[in-house]
């Protein structure tokens, strides 16, 4: 900083121009030379940067300068190229401007240096980041790629720019790099084929050559050997200072670092090798056999190699490079070129691969760089021309060279010059016009499109007929032979004017920057540009891809009879279009002088500088700088921008911009002098009162900054307090009520536990209170009842005593019956006839009742059981019942008996026809119907008999006949005897005085025994009211007709399972064997 107020005031080498004094040529380039001794070589005219190149690398571009210049206040630190690079990035970012940065000056100024620090001081302050670094290091290490193929040595500078170029860089809204845009400006290209003594071709050549690895030599078949190269055998290659095989490592490592691929670096370099070798193709001519010459190939093997790099036959090259192809009319007509048509063809041939190769590559970068997203974007752009030069022979080149200066120096004049003081009119600001060069006549002598040079040109080229530099120039000595920029020997011979330097054949044009003679020749041609079609459709045949892809035009299906526009008419139109790109972003200017011609360090030659000093206009800059306002900004956004400098105007000012803008500047209290108030525009005279208000400004903002964050701060406290507050309330709140309820709990407990002694200790008390009135109690009542019984006892002994016991023993015992009664007649046992339980009895004394009362209950149930029993049911069960009192426990047949049961009718005398005459013998008196066996009196044995026992009598009939053959009347029934065992014998007793008892007893054999001696029981007892007489024996007497027998059972188990067997014993026994 003091460095930078000190220069400033220092007399002899003020830092900005405007402040100098007095203002002559003179004392400015003085003042730049002192400034240059002191290796101040940046100088400002307000915020244009002149830069004098110092011919050595000084300490000045180190990262502690960025670090210095970063974010600085432009007017306070030294001029340095930093320092623009710096405003206009950060007018960029923070004001949303799209920046260019516009380098001029002529050949071997700096231009290309000061571009290339532009750019990394860019890439320094802006954020970092890998993907940001990445994008700051390709926009980077474009630069030696584009360097490599389109610089060369001239003989102003050893690394002279031989193409235009633009860049835009494109930042996002934070100010980081997202990528660029490169446009390339017509290439030099005739610096393939020719150039001067003492220069180069393009750099490539020689790198490639000094710094490729034998094996890519080879694979390229290349020779390390610059000499050998026709294209660049004419000067020695190397250049003091520069290593062009570090050079060439450089620029391959920084291809990588764009991102191209091994194959495409080899590509590259094959085509690059293919137009070094181009240049060794040497043509002889040769005699046809028609006598005409035509032109051949020298060496064929050069031919070969470029053929086998390219993968085309070489056959094909050679007849490309040898012949040409004529279409007149229908027909095609191969005609051979002669030995200089062979040249000039086989020159445009390299001239265009190599100029093509370089847009090819141009565009390959792009595709690395160009920014991918589609996000808002900043751009800067950075102009880097080939500078105005002045050769001893200046060709077209050097005239399209001098054209873009001439456009450039124009816009600088507009912008600078005429602009600024035609606004100062227009503002209504008052202003004592400074008289300036406006070279837009020289630009209209170059551009018109009806008179222009280049229009003429075009016109020339296009002309059917004789066409050549001749009549080009003639035409142009016509036209423009009132030119005031234009002479020729034509024109200085109309106006008597002797000028030995003019030779013929040549044009000279008064540029803003000095006079430049241009040859003709050649203008034609190179205007045309033109490739033979054989040579073009010969390179898309290549199999080579890179190389064919240069020449889309070769392929036969698309073969154009359109002549491509001219070069002059394509260059005019894109410096047009650059022009527009410029205007439409606000200009930084960087003006670059060169300090000597010979490239030495340190060495001023005022002469030359003085030169330039005027062509650049540089005092006419300083008059209108000192004589104008630094700076300018309509009202509105100036308000807006400083509002924050005066309470009446922040935060918002409510009146109209202007009236807000003086109250505002009324408020800061600047000298009157200093500021002018325009139309619509607020200008500030001095850089410096522009940077008090930035300075004021930037304080101002961070005081706002303080008070915003201090307000935030308070409130983040206040509210951070508020909630902590809150939240401690809560806390204790809750922590007080735990403690007041944990408290009274306890005291809640100690309460209760006294309280329960208390109410303990009382109870205690009042219950040994009542127990001692409750053992008074009893006491008493014991007391009073062995009184009273003893009172009792003695009238009892008294009264009572007779009667007493009988009278208590009958009330006790009437007590106890009827407990047992009432106990009983709760308890009844079930009604089941099968259930014989019965309660035992609870004294003794009523063993008898309670058997008593057990046989009536099971009588009751009993009888309850018959009444509800059905009338054949009970019959059934009254014969069993009967059975029973006879057999039982006396005849083992009876409980075998139990299980069959009373049918009575076995017969079936309803259903069976054959017993009809029995069935109406017995009508409805029928008893019982069975088979019986009747045993035989005489020998035992048994024959089988229907028997029928009715109500009235006993049949026995004869089976087969079913015929009644004896019938008993039932009162002729004696008794029955029948045995003890399980047989079915029996012996029916009959009276003697009956008729049937004439027959004598019948000894029959039953299956039903028990039922027909109990049927014949139960109807004898209902018929006659007397019990059939039943003996049970074992020996019993029966009469016969023959006498009494008498019958012994004999229990045998020979007797059969069909019944027993009765054995005649004599003549008045029988033995019944039974089992
Ligand atoms: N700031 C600088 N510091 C040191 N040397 C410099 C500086 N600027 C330029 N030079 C030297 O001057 C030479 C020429 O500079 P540069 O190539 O930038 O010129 P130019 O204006 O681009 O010329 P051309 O128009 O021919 O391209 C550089 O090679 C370098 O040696
Ligand atoms: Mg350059």
Redesign the pocket.
């Known amino acids: 900083m003091e460095g930078a107020s000190s220069s400033l005031l220092d007399a002899e080498a003020v830092a900005d121009l405007v402040l100098l004094d007095p203002l002559t040529e003179e004392s400015l380039v003085q003042t730049l030379r002192e400034r240059f001794r002191r290796r101040d070589?940046y100088t400002y005219i307000g915020n244009v940067v002149i830069?004098v190149?110092?011919?050595?690398?000084?300490p000045i571009?180190t990262p502690e300068k960025v670090e210095e210049y970063r974010n600085c206040s432009f007017f306070a630190v030294k001029p340095h190229?930093y320092a623009i690079a710096d405003d206009a990035y950060r007018s960029l970012r923070d004001r949303d401007r799209d920046q260019c940065i516009l380098?001029t000056?002529?050949?071997?100024?700096?231009?290309?240096?000061?571009?290339?620090?532009v750019m990394s001081y860019v890439a320094a302050v802006s954020s970092k980041g890998e993907e940001v670094n990445k994008v700051k290091e390709q926009l980077l290490q474009s630069n030696p790629v584009l360097e490599a193929f389109g610089?060369a040595k001239?003989v102003?500078?050893?690394?002279?720019?031989?193409f235009g170029k633009y860049m835009d860089i494109e930042f996002d809204f934070k100010g980081e790099p997202l990528g660029g845009v490169i446009s390339n400006y017509l290439l030099e290209k005739s610096r393939i084929v020719r150039h001067v003594k003492g220069e180069r071709n393009f750099h490539i050549f020689y790198q490639l050559l000094a710094g490729a690895s034998p094996q890519l030599l080879q694979q390229l078949k290349l020779r390390q050997d610059c000499g050998h190269y026709g294209y660049l055998n004419r000067e020695g290659s190397n250049l003091p200072?520069m290593d062009d095989a570090a050079n060439f490592h450089a620029m391959q490592d920084a291809m990588r670092v764009i991102g191209f691929s091994p194959a495409e670096v080899t590509e590259l370099l094959q085509v690059t090798a293919v137009v070094l070798k181009l240049g060794n193709v040497q043509l002889s001519s040769s005699f046809q056999a028609s006598g005409m010459e035509a032109c051949s190939i020298t060496e064929p093997r050069e031919l070969r190699e470029i053929c086998e790099l390219i993968g085309l036959e070489p056959g094909t090259l050679e007849r490309a490079l040898c012949s040409r192809t004529v279409k007149a009319r229908d027909e095609t007509v191969l005609t051979t070129l002669t030995v200089p048509q062979g040249y000039y063809g086989r020159d445009a041939l390299a001239k265009n691969i190599y100029s093509r190769l370089f847009n090819w590559l141009v565009n390959r970068i792009n595709a690395s760089i160009q920014v991918k997203s589609d996000k808002q974007r900043k751009v800067m752009g950075v102009l880097?021309?080939?500078?105005?030069?002045i050769f001893q022979d200046n060709s077209f080149e050097q005239f399209i060279i001098n054209y873009c200066n001439e456009k450039l120096q124009q816009i600088f004049i507009l912008m600078t010059l005429k602009e600024e003081q035609e606004e100062y009119v227009r503002e209504g600001i008052q202003w004592t016009p400074v008289e300036f060069f406006d070279n837009s006549i020289i630009c209209n002598l170059i551009e018109n499109s009806t008179t222009g040079i280049l229009a003429m040109l075009d016109e020339e080229c296009l002309r059917p007929g004789v066409v050549n530099e001749d009549t080009f120039l003639t035409k142009l000595n016509q036209l423009l032979a009132t030119h005031k920029h234009y002479e020729s020997k034509e024109t200085q011979n109309a106006r008597r004017v002797t000028d030995t330097s003019l030779p013929p054949r040549c044009f000279r044009i008064h540029h803003y920057a000095g006079k430049v003679t241009y040859n003709v020749t050649g203008f034609i041609e190179k205007n045309n540009d033109l490739l033979f079609r054989d040579l073009s459709q010969a390179m898309w045949a290549a199999r080579h891809a890179l190389l064919r892809s240069l020449f889309p035009e070769g392929d036969p299906q698309k073969v154009s009879l359109k002549l491509p526009p001219t070069a002059g008419s394509q260059f005019k139109s894109s410096v047009a279009m650059l022009m527009r790109n410029l205007y439409s972003k606000n200009p930084n200017y960087i003006r670059?002088i060169?300090p000597n011609d010979a490239?030495s360090a340190m060495v001023f030659t005022p002469e030359l500088v003085l030169a330039q000093v005027r062509y650049l206009g540089l005092l006419e800059n300083v008059r209108v700088r000192r004589a104008g306002y630094a700076f300018r900004q309509p009202y509105g956004p100036f308000l807006q921008r400083y509002k924050m400098l005066n309470a009446r105007t922040w935060p918002r000012w409510h009146g109209g911009d202007r009236q807000g803008a003086e109250v505002l500047l009324a408020g800061l209290a600047f000298p009157a002098e200093e500021l002018a108030f325009g139309h619509t525009k607020i200008f500030i005279r001095s850089p410096r009162t522009l940077f008090d208000l930035e300075r004021r400004r930037q304080e101002r903002v961070a005081q706002l900054a303080t008070l915003i964050q201090k307000m935030f701060r308070g409130w983040r406290c206040r509210t951070q307090y508020q909630l902590m507050r809150k939240s401690q309330i809560l806390i204790s709140a809750w922590f007080r009520g735990h403690r007041q309820k944990n408290r009274y709990k306890q005291m809640k407990r100690s309460v209760l536990i006294l309280q329960a002694y208390a109410r303990g200790w009382k109870s205690r008390r009042l219950l040994r209170e009542l127990k001692s009135q409750c053992r008074r109690h009893a006491a008493a009542t014991t007391i009073a009842a062995h009184w009273r019984g003893y009172q009792a006892r003695r009238t009892y002994r008294k009264y009572f005593r007779s009667n007493a016991s009988t009278c208590l023993a009958n009330f006790i015992y009437r007590r106890l019956v009827q407990r047992y009664l009432v106990g009983l007649a709760k308890n009844l046992p079930p009604l089941s006839v099968t259930d014989r339980t019965w309660p035992p009895a609870p004294y003794r004394f009523l063993s008898d009742a309670n058997q008593e009362l057990k046989n009536i209950f099971y009588h009751w149930k009993c009888k309850k059981y018959r009444d509800q029993l059905p009338a054949a049911r009970r019959a059934q069960l009254q014969a069993r019942l009967c059975a029973s009192e006879l057999f039982k426990d006396k005849k083992t047949l009876y409980p075998k008996s139990l299980q069959q049961p009373f049918r009575g009718e076995y017969l079936g005398l309803k259903q069976n026809p054959k017993y009809q005459k029995l069935h109406a013998v017995a009508k409805d008196k029928l008893v019982m119907a069975d088979t019986v066996r009747k045993v035989n009196r005489a020998n035992g044995k048994t024959v089988p008999r229907l028997l029928l026992l009715t109500t009235e009598h006993l049949v026995l009939a004869d089976p087969k006949a079913a015929q009644p053959k004896t019938v008993l009347s039932l009162s002729d029934i004696r008794g029955v005897s029948v045995t003890r065992f399980s047989d079915g014998f029996l012996a029916l007793h009959l009276k003697e005085v009956s008729t049937a008892g004439a027959k004598g007893d019948f000894l029959l054999v039953s299956d039903h025994l028990i039922e027909l001696v109990t049927r014949l029981h139960q109807t004898l007892e209902a018929t006659t009211g007397q019990a059939l007489p039943l003996h049970i024996t074992d020996r019993f007497s029966t009469r016969f007709p023959k006498g009494d027998v008498s019958i012994t059972v004999v229990e045998s188990p020979k007797a059969g399972t069909n019944g027993p067997v009765c054995k005649k014993k004599g003549s008045n026994k029988m033995e019944v064997l039974v089992h």
């Open positions: 070589i830069s190149n110092p011919y050595q690398s000084l571009y190229i380098i000056g002529e050949s071997g100024a700096g231009k290309t240096e000061a571009s290339k620090l610089n001239t102003r500078n050893d690394n002279s720019s031989r200072g880097d021309i080939y500078g105005f030069e670059c060169k490239k």
